[in-house]
């Protein structure tokens, strides 16, 4: 019998490789969104807005290889993108993150194309560099309003993964309501939260040698502590033995401790008196969001 953290994988129907799909979408969401809003509103940071876009195209790709191997007909996977039902989540979902791939390589691909005309990327062949060239910037009028589109999408994926749980309205756990309020559920706003920052923490991460990047670290911060609040009130909002068994220790060490509280105190100190502990924080805030996921997905489907 296959056992992950003490639980029989033959007890859960939605297993590893849809956590890991609803990490990488959320990683790809914040990237998209901390690279689209930087290039948005200033241009200051081209290695942040270069990371984001690149990290956000190969998260939600791999993120779609794994959903659809984990369906079991892989083939049959085109026939969700061809018949949207605006009645099914997952349908509406999977029109979703079909629009937000997308845009993800189109932006990729003029962000990549406008670095290699300004000689930040160096493309080499046979060890030879390659004089860049002019390929792809008549495109360039459409980088903003692809971003701008962009930011929508990546907001509807985050979002999307935690509607996708709700939507099993018999789980005591995943249809858990926002601070008692039935229309408003709670998982699409703490993935969205989660996927912004271990979307910037990934980023930062791909960035960390362009120079100051306190502002971002602030903002990391301070979803952190929002974070932090929300996970309290799910503690509060469902019944402790949530929180309990075989899946205590995921969270509390590596949601609680290794995701949030850690990576808070070492930004406090990075801020205040040391610059360099971009790697080791931002690394932990990854881990955390993927515990997060592993921890949502599996709990809510042993009691």
């Not at 290039?39 to 959903?67: C, H, Q």
């Not at 996977?77 to 979902?93: A, E, P, Q, T």
């Not at 004089?131 to 495109?139: H, I």
Request: proline share 3%; aromatic share 12%.
């Amino acid at each position: 019998m296959d056992v992950i953290w003490g639980v029989s994988v033959n007890e859960v129907a939605w297993g590893g490789l849809i956590a890991i799909y609803l990490f990488l979408a959320g990683i790809a969401g914040g990237a998209f969104l901390t690279a689209s809003l930087t290039d948005l509103f200033s241009k200051r940071y081209p290695k942040v807005i270069r990371s984001g876009a690149y990290i956000a195209v190969v998260s939600i790709i791999i993120g779609l290889g794994l959903l659809v191997v984990d369906l079991g007909r892989p083939l049959s996977f085109w026939k969700l993108l061809l018949n949207v039902n605006m009645g099914s989540v997952m349908s509406i979902g999977v029109f979703i993150v079909s629009g937000f791939t997308a845009l993800s390589v189109v932006y990729g691909y003029l962000i990549w194309s406008s670095a290699v005309s300004q000689k930040q990327v160096k493309i080499t062949s046979a060890n030879t560099e390659v004089t860049p060239t002019s390929v792809g910037q008549g495109l360039q009028a459409f980088r903003k309003p692809v971003a701008g589109l962009g930011v929508l999408f990546s907001i509807g994926t985050a979002t999307y993964t935690g509607f996708l749980l709700s939507a099993v309205t018999t789980n005591n756990f995943w249809y858990t309501p926002f601070l008692g309020i039935e229309a408003i559920p709670f998982l699409p706003i703490l993935f969205l939260v989660s996927a912004s920052s271990t979307g910037l923490a990934a980023t930062m991460i791909g960035a960390c040698k362009c120079g100051d990047l306190t502002a971002y670290k602030k903002v990391d911060m301070v979803l952190i502590m929002l974070e932090i609040v929300l996970i309290a009130i799910l503690y509060l909002s469902v019944e402790p033995i949530f929180f309990g068994g075989s899946m205590a220790a995921l969270f509390w060490l590596g949601v609680v401790i290794v995701g949030l509280i850690v990576p808070l105190l070492l930004s406090f100190y990075g801020i205040t008196k040391h610059k360099n502990v971009i790697l080791p924080v931002c690394g932990m805030v990854v881990l955390g969001g993927l515990s997060l996921r592993y921890f949502v997905v599996y709990t809510g489907q042993l009691f």
